[in-house]
């Protein structure tokens, strides 16, 4: 679909025309008296507003230039993939400014883990293997990275970007042959393995078209949302089913056991 509009004049006829294709879409998957995100230049896919509310935003402030892939409000984020990282409502990322050069603190994460890395009498620390993993060269000599974090660094700029399962595993292929002494991940899904073998995997859960519920806990195995009755499928004939939409959950419990096993947090939080 062209969508060269969104950078175009308001109020003139194709702009006009391409918002109204955009509110028909998004009448496909929102029900009529629900709001939904305003991707204006002001509201920013930030502000939940009613449908007209939204139009009107629209025609008067112009789109965003850079929502070209309407993934808040149904589309999904890759075309040749359904299982891509990013869900269609529920994006990962916090779009905000974080330096991909140096995005995050690799080390402090590292550590941070380590110290709360006790399963518990007689089972392996969770984390042993993230500690290997930590202190692997990306090559021999490297000090710039380590394979983790250079690994995360990708999957990073991959969810920043909203870059294609497809597009990503062709990228990682270039890199491993352009760069064989390099120790990297030849696809988006050993990536993932490897974030998820050292304990920072996510869950994920499927979520009905409209919000109503999450297919979880004694909704899990049902194909039909429990409030609307929507399929949970987009497409319930292929060969591989695809939900409407997919919720990335990153379990608290782990999260609060790294928060509380610092020092300084308990200490701050005694002077709190």
């Given at each position: 679909?062209?969508?060269s509009w969104?950078?175009?004049?308001?109020?003139?006829?194709p702009?006009?025309?391409?918002?109204?294709e955009?509110?028909?879409?998004?009448?496909?998957?929102f029900?009529?008296?629900?709001?939904?995100?305003?991707?204006?230049?002001?509201?920013?896919?930030?502000?939940h507003?009613?449908?007209?509310?939204?139009?009107?935003?629209?025609?008067?402030?112009?789109?965003?230039?850079?929502?070209?892939r309407?993934?808040?409000?149904?589309?999904?984020?890759?075309?040749?993939?359904?299982?891509?990282?990013?869900?269609?409502?529920?994006?990962?990322?916090?779009?905000?400014?974080?330096d991909?050069?140096?995005?995050?603190?690799?080390?402090?994460?590292?550590d941070?883990?380590?110290?709360?890395?006790?399963?518990?009498?007689?089972?392996p620390?969770?984390?042993?293997k993230?500690?290997?993993?930590?202190?692997?060269?990306?090559?021999?000599?490297?000090?710039?990275?380590?394979?983790?974090s250079?690994?995360i660094?990708?999957?990073?700029?991959?969810?920043?970007?909203?870059?294609?399962?497809?597009?990503?595993?062709?990228?990682?292929?270039?890199?491993?042959?352009?760069f064989?002494?390099?120790?990297?991940?030849?696809?988006?899904?050993?990536?993932?393995?490897?974030?998820?073998?050292?304990?920072?995997?996510?869950e994920?859960?499927?979520?009905c078209?409209?919000?109503?519920?999450?297919?979880?806990?004694?909704?899990?195995?049902?194909?039909?949302?429990?409030?609307?009755g929507?399929?949970?499928?987009?497409?319930?004939?292929?060969?591989?089913?695809?939900?409407?939409?997919?919720?990335?959950?990153?379990?608290?419990?782990?999260?609060?056991?790294?928060?509380?096993?610092?020092?300084?947090?308990?200490?701050?939080?005694?002077?709190?």
């Open positions: 679909m062209d969508r969104i950078q175009g004049m308001s109020f003139t006829p702009y006009m025309k391409g918002v109204e955009f509110m028909g879409f998004g009448h496909q998957n029900r009529e008296n629900q709001d939904i995100l305003c991707p204006c230049k002001d509201c920013l896919n930030v502000e507003r009613g449908q007209a509310e939204v139009e009107e935003h629209l025609l008067c402030n112009g789109m965003s230039v850079t929502y070209t309407w993934v808040f409000h149904g589309e999904a984020v890759s075309d040749d993939e359904g299982d891509n990282t990013e869900g269609a409502a529920y994006q990962s990322d916090d779009d905000d400014e974080r991909v050069a140096n995005g995050g603190d690799v080390a402090y994460m590292v941070d883990m380590f110290m709360s890395g006790r399963q518990g009498e007689g089972k620390k969770l984390f042993s993230l500690m290997d993993e930590a202190k692997k060269d990306l090559y021999e000599g490297c000090s710039d990275f380590t394979r983790m250079f690994i660094k990708l999957l990073y700029i991959k969810s920043y970007n909203w870059i294609t399962n497809r597009a990503f595993n062709q990228f990682v292929e270039l890199i491993s042959v352009a064989p002494h390099a120790d990297i991940p030849k696809s988006y899904t050993e990536a993932k393995n490897v974030l998820s073998e050292v304990g920072l995997g996510y994920t859960i499927h979520v078209k409209f919000d109503c519920a999450l297919f979880w806990g004694q909704h899990a195995n049902k194909s039909h949302c429990p409030e609307c929507t399929s949970r499928w987009k497409d319930e004939v292929g060969r591989k089913k695809i939900p409407h939409k997919v919720l990335r959950y990153f379990p608290i419990i782990p999260r609060l056991q790294r928060f509380f096993c610092v020092k300084g947090t308990i200490s701050r939080c005694k002077v709190a």
